[in-house]
């Protein structure tokens, strides 16, 4: 009986010995290993550098230009690379706005996106209620002043914790501009200029702090135009041809498509020319169409279908058709083996505190939207770790950089919790140092998860197959925009 109880004991002992190194190994999983002194001193750095990567995004905030348009903001983000050591190759891909900055040699090659241009109609002051700053001007309502300063910022302390350690490696620091419907990255990679990199790095400005493995939405555009004969519509009606009605005919057969397309897919219209005068027979009409779904090949399909479908509404109404493709982005392969690390790094470096000011301005300004379930304290706050591997909602050109190489990306709180991109709110927080001490999270994490690859550039080689998995050993690139030259004037 003694016996069975002693047993009984030392089992139990065993037990919570065990679970106890059970729980020791999870903190250790939880919690990343402690920074080397190097490491440190990259971050107080960026730390001391804060006012003044602050100063220039908000010069590139003040200038807001738009895509294509961004030569005063990529001459300031070239200038402060080339100040810092970096070689320059400015106007690449036949964008004038376009660049690229390295530093260092051999491989690994690790790079990181910078996007710069604002949007249209969206001037705002930095004031927490709806000021406009210019009539009819653009802003920064992606945030995208953050975006290209925070990685300028990580290129430059990744380079000068490569010259401090004597670490082999390159870190590249790629301009991409006209992010906003120009497609400016898949020009760039067309031109082979993602080829020999190893590992891609990107984040994106955001009301919330996240690192996960999410894709997004593939997407090509199209504009349809339609040439009839113009004619008096009621003395001469038989004369006439409608290119309105092409447009027309169009639509209807594209609405009922939609019944016929896999549920995930999205197809959005306007028509952005729609005749002149009642009385006119209208010559010329066009409509501009937007094809998505979470599957590249998918979205091929459906546009292809859409332009049946143009063709036989030119035909029905005697009318002539062209249409020109507008832009055309990948879906978002994720990584998991450097989202993972991103998340890691994100952890390390942790949210935004405000102060008592930012405090007041973020609760003003969540007076003017729904904030829904968010709290403030969510600027704080890491999001858990997510793996999404179907896109929704948005498309970006990051897509097809993530088929070049392993591509990984982050969202820090560079707005008040609950605001949505492209709005005014976004404007006027990121032109505030809340804006500026999220992008400080993001220009750390992204360092930091550079410096583990440069350590251990078997992370580059795991990615690389994880990659080479997901797009499958075939797969060869063709670009959705075709051979189309980059619409330089998109936005004038
Ligand atoms: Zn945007
Ligand atoms: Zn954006």
Known sequence: MRKIS?????????????????AQNAE?????????PKEQQMLTTLTEKEEQYATLAKEIWSLAELGYQEEKSAQRLQQTLQEAGFSI????????????????????VIGILAEFDALPGLSQEAVPERKIRVEGGAGHACGHHLFGTASVAAAIAVKDWLQNTGTTGTIRLYGTPAE???????????????????????????????????????????KFRFYGNAAHASAAPEQGRSA???????????????????????????ITKGGEAPNIVPEFAEAFYYVRHPEMQMVKDIFDRVVKAAEGAALGTDTRLEYEVIHGVYNVLPNETLAALMFKNLQRVGGVQYTPEEEA????????????????????????????????????????????????????????????AHSWQAVAAGGTSIGSKGMMVAAKTLALTALD????????????????????????????????????????
């Open 453 to 492: 690859v440069f350590k251990d550039p078997s992370i580059a080689t795991q990615a690389q197959a994880e990659l080479l998995e997901k797009k499958g050993a075939d797969f060869k690139y063709e670009s959705l925009l075709g051979d189309r030259e980059p619409p330089l004037d998109y936005r004038k």
């Open 180 to 222: 906003e419907g120009g497609a400016g990255k898949v020009y760039m990679v067309r031109a082979g200029l993602f080829d020999d990199a190893d590992v891609m790095l990107h984040w994106h400005p955001s009301s919330k702090n996240t690192a996960n493995a999410a894709s997004s939405l593939a997407n090509k555009s199209a």
């Open 89 to 108: 190759t400015p106007s690449v891909a036949q964008i004038p706005t376009a660049f690229v900055a390295s530093y260092g040699q051999g491989e690994p």
């Open 361 to 420: 301005f973020a609760e003003k300004i969540r007076t003017t939207f729904d904030v829904g379930k968010t709290t403030i304290d969510a600027a704080n706050e890491v999001e858990p770790y997510k793996v999404e591997a179907k896109g929704s909602g948005g498309s970006t050109d990051v897509g097809d950089v993530s088929w070049m190489a392993p591509t990984a990306g982050m969202t820090a709180a560079t707005w008040v919790p609950g605001t949505y």
């Open 6 to 22: 002693i047993q009984i004991y030392f089992s139990l002992l065993l037990l919570l010995w065990g679970s106890e190194l059970y």
């Open 244 to 270: 309105l009605d092409g447009v027309e005919a169009m639509n209807m057969m594209v609405n009922m498509m939609r019944e016929h397309v896999p549920s995930e897919s999205r197809i959005h219209y306007v």
């Open 28 to 36: 250790k999983k939880k919690k990343p290993a402690p920074l080397t």
